[in-house]
């Protein structure tokens, strides 16, 4: 997704969020983006979901899905790390709040490969109200 030269987001992040949430979102010069996972697709684990997502109440914006923990196929999360890119490379201060650092991926090198990302991108990343301390 590219910047377009006003520092609003485009027409992509608008199909994906809305109208509405688009508008909060670019009013705010702090954003936090929060994503929460389940392993479980049945409903076993409709009780966790809400207690992570209850977690994250404090985010501007939640995505959330129903993933075992090894598939890195993962939508809403790709979907929150992209829009976490735009809105930094529009100049906002971006964080990616989670509930445990499992929750992005249960294998090493993709959640460094994650880390490196959101490192390049100037996109904090935070589990369980800490900040994880990301160097460049």
């Known amino acids: 997704m590219q910047k377009n030269p006003t520092g609003q987001l ?3 992040t608008e199909k994906l969020l809305g109208i509405t949430v688009l ?3 670019n009013k705010l010069d ?3 983006i929060g994503y929460a996972r389940v392993s479980s697709l049945d409903n076993r684990q409709q009780l966790g ?5 209850d977690v994250l109440k404090n985010c501007d914006l939640i995505f959330s899905e129903k993933h075992l923990g090894d598939n890195d196929n993962r ?8 829009l976490a890119k735009q809105l930094s490379s ?3 201060s971006v964080t990616l709040q989670i509930y445990k650092l499992d929750r ?3 294998k090493m090198l993709t959640l460094a490969n994650i880390i490196d990302e959101l490192n390049q991108h100037n996109i904090k990343l935070i589990h ?7 160097t460049h």
């Open 75 to 82: 939508p809403e999360l790709a979907k929150a790390i992209e």
């Open 104 to 106: 992005l991926t249960r």
């Open 30 to 32: 702090l954003i936090v």
């Open 49 to 53: 979901l809400a207690v992570k997502t």
């Open 128 to 134: 369980s109200n800490k900040t994880l301390k990301q």
């Open 23 to 25: 508008a909060k979102l």
């Open 90 to 92: 529009s100049g906002k």
């Open 10 to 12: 485009n027409q992509e």
